[in-house]
């Protein structure tokens, strides 16, 4: 931040702070991608890219994928790149999975830099790249979620290409129209939730028709927005191709996307409970305010406020602001983007688990809006006059100097603060909870925490490690059975070929449990803890010689 204090070209060097930003996130990306455990859904998705990879390498033949599960309903364009780069390098297939996330997530906080440069300027842009660092909802689920951060990623995209469109109106250039196809593919593509961008779109259209037409006439209004229209749909057949890349029984039928929507407008799953506010509930019956309480007390304060602030002041900017209509509705689409999915879980009040995972795709949209208002605040900050003199004489900095320093204090605290619980937290930065409900110490008791049992793989190489300096008195000739409460699939992953996974907790030598309320706590030697501040992970017991009923807390 002190070379924004201190340039003549203060656009030059906030852009060579969000490169300098972005490279350190890519450093520490390379650096921790293998750190991360694997989660309920890693093995499902990595056989999910490998049958999809038989589709295409069969020339569309081999159509097994089309009834795995249910995993067709998504598109798998991460896992089948996945499966494709495990085929050709010497590396683990889950470590590649990994990587590619922490790239694909790279790749986000590139599209939000240019994004909220684009809306505000270089230093909305580094504050975009920073304040979306510090996001636990993204950051902390871009290195094992092939769900969510894909998605996230397609979204933001499509928002950045939709906004350039508006940027050229009503004459957006062939490279928009290809970037708006491709995005628009990928968002639907990767997950069919993702045609809900059709009403944004809709509405920043809507938009900017009644304005010129207030103010040109209704034929002229028409005309260029029928221009626009019709070039911004050239990029539809492009999207059509993506889309048939990534999630190819998307396009096997054309009512397949519709009978899409319809499977995931209804919950299909056994329901089970989830903690919230202090209370397991059954997922089917959580109350509308779970979206927004978790947003309250999981996003760190800086994000939080200056979120709220950028959707408040672009909402005024929309309605009583003096740019053109069309830059206007920029404002609308980054809204909406943000808080449309939120606001209509509220009102529908869906089933809803996993925390707000689900909405992981709206945190790059909220890092733009925190982004305007800290722009705002700053190019406030660079107005104040005049210049201050002391009692001694001395000239002292300008107000302007003195506002912008005390500004990027603040934003540097505000960013340091969760940066330096993330530390504390690695691997489980997703985890993250704010001062608001006390740190993952006060959530503990209140809300899930390691809900994707990525902790698996910590507690593992510790059983790893006193197996190996116990085994003469471990039995012999057979395998350790280990009776698992977590991801079943994951652990056995994680332990390897000398462990045998099971539920049977009466012929257990070890006993592996996630740290949440579901998990049975039983009285046996603990061998191997994982903790962050205090709270429990993780635990693997020792409970040879001491059968449990069952690895479920009573009443699960």
């Not at 580094?126 to 969510?148: E, V």
């Not at 951060?149 to 979204?155: C, D, G, H, N």
């Not at 961008?197 to 009644?210: D, E, Q, S």
């Amino acid at each position: 931040m002190w070379v924004l204090l201190n340039s003549r070209r203060p656009g030059a060097r906030a852009d060579a702070c969000s490169i300098a930003l972005l490279l350190v996130l890519a450093a520490i990306a390379a650096f921790t991608f293998a750190d991360y455990g694997l989660g309920w859904d890693d093995f499902t998705h990595s056989q999910y890219g490998s049958l999809l990879y038989n589709y295409f390498a069969s020339g569309l033949t081999d159509r097994k994928v089309f009834s795995f599960v249910n995993l067709y309903y998504y598109g798998g364009g991460f896992d089948v790149i996945a499966d494709m780069l495990a085929k050709v390098l010497p590396f683990d297939v889950f470590d590649i999975r990994r990587f590619l996330g922490a790239a694909v997530g790279l790749a986000g906080f590139v599209v939000v830099w240019r994004l909220a440069r684009r809306l505000a300027g270089p230093v909305a842009g580094f504050a975009a790249i920073a304040l979306l660092a510090i996001c636990p909802l993204y950051y902390g689920h871009m290195f094992m979620n092939a769900k969510d951060i894909p998605f996230a990623v397609a979204v933001i995209g499509l928002i950045y290409a939709a906004v350039r469109a508006f940027d050229e109106f009503p004459n957006p250039t062939p490279r928009t129209v290809t970037l708006f196809g491709i995005f628009a593919g990928l968002a639907v593509g990767t997950r069919v939730v993702g045609g809900m961008t059709v009403i944004y779109l809709a509405l920043a259209l809507a938009f900017v028709f009644v304005s010129e037409w207030r103010s040109q006439g209704l034929r002229a209004s028409a005309a260029r927005m029928g221009r626009f229209v019709l070039l911004l749909a050239l990029g539809l057949p492009l999207a059509y191709f993506v889309l048939g890349m990534v999630w190819p029984w998307g396009v096997a039928q054309p009512d397949n996307p519709f009978l899409a929507l319809k499977y995931y407008s209804k919950f299909w799953e056994v329901p089970w409970r989830e903690m919230f506010e202090g209370r397991p509930i059954l997922v089917p019956d959580m109350p509308r305010s779970y979206v927004p309480t978790l947003f309250s007390v999981q996003m760190p304060e800086l994000f939080l406020g200056l979120a709220v602030a950028g959707a408040v002041g672009s909402v005024v900017a929309v309605f009583a602001g003096h740019d053109t209509p069309a830059r206007r509705a920029r404002l609308i689409l980054v809204v909406m983007a943000a808080l449309f999915p939120i606001a209509l879980v509220v009102t529908t009040r869906p089933v809803v688990y996993n925390g707000i995972r689900h909405f992981v795709f709206v945190s790059p949209a909220l890092a733009v809006l925190a982004s305007l208002a800290a722009a705002w605040l700053w190019r406030k900050a660079e107005a104040l006059p005049g210049l201050v003199r002391v009692h001694l004489g001395a000239w002292q900095p300008s107000r302007s100097a003195v506002g912008r320093g005390a500004l990027a204090s603040v934003f540097v605290v505000g960013v340091l603060f969760p940066a330096a619980n993330f530390f504390k937290l690695h691997p489980y930065e997703y985890t993250y909870y704010n001062h608001i409900i006390g740190g993952i110490r006060g959530a503990q008791k209140m809300f899930m925490l390691d809900y994707w049992g990525l902790a698996f793989k910590q507690a593992t190489e510790e059983l790893d490690e006193y197996v190996d300096a116990h085994t003469r008195t471990l039995p012999q000739g057979r395998k350790l059975r280990v009776a698992v409460c977590g991801p079943y699939f994951a652990a056995a992953a994680e332990l390897g070929p000398r462990y045998e996974t099971t539920y049977d907790s009466r012929h257990a030598d070890f006993y592996l449990a996630l740290g949440e309320f579901y998990c049975a706590d039983v009285k046996a030697p603990v061998l191997v803890k994982i903790e962050r501040d205090g709270v429990t992970y993780a635990r693997v017991f020792d409970v040879r010689g001491r059968p449990f009923p069952s690895v479920f807390a009573a009443g699960q």
